[in-house]
Nanobody, 121 residues
């Protein structure tokens, strides 16, 4: 079993910054990809940023140029640096990972519990 634990959410004023962290632990052989999703009240969960093996990244258009995803492979941790935050960034942010627990297994999907980000003056 694999656990994902997020941290770093909170309340910030428009234009401010936050850094989210997500640490994976448990039965980990390799991590193929780690992503950040978010879900605002009354809206569907959406992909915010993804980082895959080799450190290739991709971002939602709404956050390009403001958010940066990075990964520390030694710590099995992914980060999301969020700058120039806007009220519309307010949401619960979820960490997601595709994890292989053994060399012969297919990657499985795991989710964190979510962390609230509120952008408000």
């Amino acid at each position: 079993q694999v656990q994902l634990v997020e941290s770093g959410g909170g309340l910030v004023q428009p234009g401010g910054s936050l850094r989210l962290s997500c640490a994976a632990s448990g039965s980990i052989f390799s991590i193929a990809a780690m992503d950040w999703y978010r879900q605002a009240p009354g809206k569907q969960r959406e992909l915010v940023a993804v980082i895959i093996i080799g450190c290739n990244t991709n971002y939602a258009d709404s956050v390009k140029g403001r958010f940066t995803i990075s990964r520390d492979n030694a710590k099995n941790t992914v980060y999301l640096q969020m700058n120039s935050l806007k009220p519309e960034d307010t949401a619960v942010y979820y960490c997601h990972a595709l994890v292989r627990s053994a060399a012969t297994e297919n990657p499985r999907s795991y989710w964190g519990q979510g962390t609230q980000v509120t952008v408000s003056s």
